[in-house]
Nanobody, 122 residues
Framework: QVQLAESGGGLVQAGDSLRLSCAGS????????MGWFRQAPGKEREFVAA???????YDKESVKGRFAVSRDNAKNTVYLQMNGLKPEDTARYYC????????????????WGQGTQVTVSS
């Protein structure tokens, strides 16, 4: 079974960039759709972006043109490049693994990491 560990979060200013990483263990990592979600205090965990096993990507409308998801199956790692960060992007970011090819709901994912905090100051 795949285990996931996120890294790369931090405190940045509005307009800055961050790249989050999600390292997976296990031989079947490359078969999963990998997704990024975020959860702000008092809010539901929401979909941000995902990438299928064959690198088809899709993302949330509000992050289009700013965020980009990618993966390196040789390294068992998926990335979320975040540019032009805004204070409303502040949240804990989680990566998840799904057996579905189109996976935009939290219930589509059955494996999660512990998350990494992103805080964007204005």
């Amino acid at each position: 079974q795949v285990q996931l560990a996120e890294s790369g979060g931090g405190l940045v200013q509005a307009g800055d960039s961050l790249r989050l990483s999600c390292a997976g263990s296990g031989r079947t990592f490359s078969f999963y759709t990998m997704g990024w979600f975020r959860q702000a205090p008092g809010k539901e965990r929401e979909f941000v972006a995902a990438i299928t096993w064959n690198s088809v990507t899709y993302d949330k409308e509000s992050v289009k043109g700013r965020f980009a998801v990618s993966r390196d199956n040789a390294k068992n790692t998926v990335y979320l490049q975040m540019n032009g960060l805004k204070p409303e992007d502040t949240a804990r970011y989680y990566c998840g693994a799904s057996a579905m090819s189109t996976a935009t709901l939290r219930t589509h994912y059955n494996l999660w990491g512990q998350g990494t905090q992103v805080t964007v100051s204005s």
